[in-house]
Structures are given as structure tokens and as C-alpha cells.
């Protein structure tokens, strides 16, 4: 069993609130089931079993997984030669970026996706605002928080696929 603590209603409500106010995640109810695991220098917040959402430095990123808030987020479109290095951590750098989706600030959660498949790679934290970065042709312009392949998508994925038989 994963080192998971469960929440007390008066801790998991505020949480709920928080969580709320992330875009595809606002159906969240306060009766559900909060769950925390620590992995690495993240808390990953688990609603009734599934892994929604983590904070990281005061700041909530939804998980890989959780296609409900991802589908509503900025996009930023790399091509496919950014692939192997976006999923092994490193951060996206300006010339391959293929398409810039939605509008975002300096700072702003926007999921990284590749140009063949439109597949979820990862989370970042744009370096620039939509408009700067749709323009930019070198440097790197978003770091990269949560993707393929790191701890928190490790153990979010151990555990869903435990789900899926139920």
C-alpha cells in the first residue's frame, strides 16, 4: 500500500476549494475522499482514488493523466524531434515549437503536446506570455515541470493501472 494519508474533512475541504478553481476541475465535490502522497519535492492529491492533481512550491499542476483539466489548458505544439528530450525533463526551447494554443502570462500552466498524435507530454511554466512566445525563434521559453516518465507520473501511473481492473 502507497504511503497515502487520508485528509480529515476540515483538511480536504479547503483543498477541494483550491482545486476547484482549476479549470476542468471544478466538478470536484467536498464529500469526496482526499488523499496525499508525498514523491520527491511534490504532493500529489488523489479525489476518490484517482491522482488529479500536485503541488509543487505552493503552486497546484494537474497530473499527466487528468484529461479533464488538461484538455482545458493552454497548448504549445512541439514537433517530434522535441519529444525524447521534452519526456526526459529537459525544458522546450523556442525553435521546436510548431503552434502556440490559448492565451497565458509569463508564469502561466500550459501542457506541452507533440504535432503527430496531440498526445499529453508534459506540464511546463511559460517563460513568456502567449503573445511572446508565439514569435520567438530561439531560447528556451518554457521549463518543464511534470512529465512522462518523472516521479509523480511514475507513481500516478502504478496506481491507476491498479485501478483499471475495478
Known amino acids: 500500500m502507497p504511503n497515502r494519508t487520508i485528509l480529515k474533512d476540515r483538511d480536504a475541504k479547503p483543498l477541494i476549494e483550491e482545486l476547484n478553481k482549476i479549470p476542468g476541475l471544478e466538478q470536484l465535490s467536498r464529500k469526496s475522499r482526499v488523499e496525499t502522497e508525498m514523491v520527491k519535492s511534490s504532493e500529489v492529491i488523489f479525489v476518490d482514488g484517482l491522482p488529479v492533481a500536485f503541488k509543487r512550491e505552493e ?39 510548431r503552434k502556440v494554443e490559448g492565451s497565458f502570462h509569463e508564469k502561466g500552466l500550459v501542457v506541452i503536446v507533440d504535432e503527430k498524435h496531440g498526445k499529453f507530454l508534459s506540464v511546463g511554466r511559460s517563460l513568456l506570455t502567449s503573445d511572446a512566445l508565439a514569435v520567438t525563434k530561439k531560447g528556451k521559453v518554457i521549463a518543464n515541470i511534470h512529465y512522462v516518465g518523472d516521479p509523480v507520473w511514475e507513481t500516478i501511473k502504478s496506481q491507476t493501472s491498479t485501478h483499471s481492473g475495478s
Not at 81 to 92: F, Q, Y
Request: charged share 15%; net charge negative.
Open 59 to 97: 503552486q497546484f499542476v494537474p497530473v499527466l493523466t487528468n484529461n479533464s483539466a488538461l484538455e482545458k489548458m493552454p497548448r504549445v505544439t512541439v514537433d517530434m524531434g522535441a519529444v525524447p528530450h521534452v519526456v526526459g525533463g529537459a525544458d522546450i526551447m523556442a525553435p521546436g515549437i
